[in-house]
């Protein structure tokens, strides 16, 4: 079974600042894929960033980027120059090949403090 | 390109009704997944249909069901309500869900069910 653990539940952040978002997950698959999603508070999931497993280089989406630690099976997301509207729910993501189903943590909700 | 839209928005109904929902996925998207968010259960997948053909089912009850259409609409049914049932319905959309190799799935707004 696939599991994927977000231990923040909530984090804060100043205007401008980085942050980072965790996120591990388990899987005895050797090849899926990590997204992760944003959900503001009209509820609307929108795709942050996604990265191919059997991808060692990390996807970058301007401001975004993650940390892919596969043997440690770990999926970080850093924010750089946080603005106000990355307040949101942010929700780690995995789904294995085949498969067309998303595996989601718990999420973590961001506040970009002014 | 239009997004996934999803009506109707918000629905009220009582315990043991019915209810339909409906998603029109993104124009040339073939792959349409459910799923329900609630607080206390969060994210959970519900099924995923392609070509009109169920393939990948959640761990939900048979009162949970689907279809989809030959334009690639899908509607979900929930039958007999229970107030557990109150939640966010998110449905998404992907080309070929993965058939040919990695694919993104794109969400609706949602539609919000609450039940009395």
């Known amino acids: 079974a696939q599991t994927v653990t977000q231990s923040q539940p909530e984090m804060s952040v100043q205007e401008a600042e980085t942050v980072t978002l965790s996120c591990t997950y388990d899987?005895?698959?050797?090849?899926?894929?990590l997204f992760w999603y944003k959900q503001p508070p009209s509820r609307q999931m929108i795709l942050v960033i996604r990265q191919e497993a059997y991808k060692q280089q990390n996807a970058t989406e301007n401001r975004f980027s993650v940390n892919f630690q596969k043997a440690a099976k770990s999926f970080s997301l850093k924010i750089s120059d946080s603005q106000l509207g990355d307040t949101a729910m942010y929700f780690c993501a995995f789904m294995t090949t085949g498969a067309n189903n998303l595996f989601f943590g718990t999420g973590t909700r961001l506040t970009v403090i002014p | 390109k239009a997004g996934v839209t999803q009506t109707p928005r918000y629905l009220i109904k009582t315990r043991g009704q019915q209810v339909t929902l409906s998603c029109s996925p993104i124009s040339g998207h073939r792959s349409v997944s459910w799923y329900q968010q609630t607080p206390g259960q969060g994210l959970q997948f519900l099924f995923e249909y392609f070509s009109e053909t169920q393939r990948n089912k959640g761990n939900f009850p048979g009162r949970f069901s689907g279809r989809q259409f030959s334009n690639s609409r899908s509607e979900m049914n929930v039958s007999t309500l229970e107030l557990g049932d109150s939640a966010l319905y998110l449905c998404?959309?992907?080309?070929?869900?993965?058939?040919?190799?990695?694919?993104?799935?794109?969400f609706g707004p949602g539609t919000r069910l609450l039940v009395l």
């Open positions: 998404a959309s992907s080309l070929v869900g993965g058939l040919a190799g990695f694919e993104t799935q794109y």
């Open positions: 899987t005895s698959e050797s090849n899926y894929y």
